[in-house]
């Protein structure tokens, strides 16, 4: 059974930074792409960024591409999200996924098999 444990949210004012952090269990999470994804109040979930298995490619949604970097270590089994220039509407309930082996698809979220429990970022104006 994987775990993925999201650390890192909290409270900033808009133009600061935060990173979040996701710490897997088990010795596959080097085999896997990850993804981060955000819920806002009354809306959907919604792609922010993913990584293939070995952080050579990255992928990014278009309201946060420039401003936001995502890594992995997997000798620490860490999913990063490096995340700057923040807004008010980046606020929303942060999640890491891991995506399923056999898709090319990383920004649709029935492609990741297992999700962690969230970290809540709130951006003040």
């Known amino acids: 059974q994987v775990q993925l444990v999201e650390s890192g949210g909290g409270l900033v004012q808009a133009g600061g930074s935060l990173r979040l952090s996701c710490t897997a269990s088990g010795r596959t999470f080097s085999s896997y792409a990850m993804g981060w994804f955000r819920q806002a109040p009354g809306k959907e979930r919604e792609f922010v960024a993913a990584i293939n298995w070995i952080g050579t490619n990255t992928y990014y949604s278009a309201s946060v591409k420039g401003r936001f970097t995502i890594s992995r270590d997997n000798a620490k089994n860490t999913l990063n999200l490096q995340m700057n220039s923040l807004k008010p509407e980046d606020t929303a309930v942060y999640y890491c996924?891991?995506?399923?082996?056999?898709?090319?698809?990383?920004?649709?979220?029935?492609?990741?098999?297992?999700w962690g429990q969230g970290t809540q970022v709130t951006v003040s104006s």
């Open positions: 996924a891991r995506r399923r082996t056999g898709y090319s698809d990383y920004y649709a979220s029935d492609k990741y098999d297992y």
